[in-house]
């Protein structure tokens, strides 16, 4: 994402050109991917109702915790944000996440009869923006192709390297 911004600039930036705010949203997006996505994984795949309660918890605590980060961080429109003229765009961290909460709202609803719960006020607000931008309604995948992909890892069976590195508590 970073080379997209760069070669260009002219289009939309979606890093803030400030150094101190380029640097928080790569912290967001890390904590999008070490922490907020491999909870996902664990909530999918967990099987007996123990690990299944214990994941949805350690799922929910992430996503607080990285909405926690992006409301934090978002006085200088954090996450989608708007340009000079005022039109919408997505950021870096949008563009990271959104793939995953797209995955969150199927996969999890379809597996494990689970919504993100209505407490989680900005997520909601977030998730039905970001998904009716005209980007993502062009570049989203179909919702019915993510059922088949992700069965393997909701019945335990997976045996890709996130699937182990889940297995094994290494991720």
Excluded at 33 to 44: D, E, G, H, R, T
Excluded at 47 to 76: M, P, R, T, Y
Excluded at 117 to 137: D, G, M, N, T
Aim: include cysteine; glycine fraction near 2%.
């Amino acid at each position: 994402m970073e080379f997209l911004d760069e070669a260009f600039e002219g289009s939309c930036k979606i890093y803030n050109k400030d150094p101190l705010k380029r640097a928080q949203e790569r912290l967001a997006i890390d904590q999008i991917n070490k922490k907020l996505v491999p909870s996902i994984y664990a909530f999918l795949m967990a099987q007996d109702q123990k690990d299944i309660e214990d994941n949805k918890k350690k799922f929910e605590d992430e996503l607080k915790a990285a909405f926690d980060i992006f409301e934090k961080n978002n006085a200088d429109g954090f996450l989608y944000s708007k340009d000079a003229d005022q039109s919408d765009h997505l950021t870096a961290v949008d563009i990271s996440l959104i793939p995953f909460a797209h995955r969150i709202h199927v996969i999890l609803s379809h597996y494990k009869n689970y919504q993100v719960p209505s407490h989680f006020k900005r997520y909601h607000a977030w998730l039905k923006k970001v998904l009716h931008h005209p980007a993502v309604v062009a570049t989203i995948s179909d919702e019915k192709e993510y059922i088949p992909i992700y069965k393997r890892y909701a019945t335990g069976t997976a045996q890709s390297g996130v699937a182990q590195a889940i297995k094994n508590k290494k991720a």
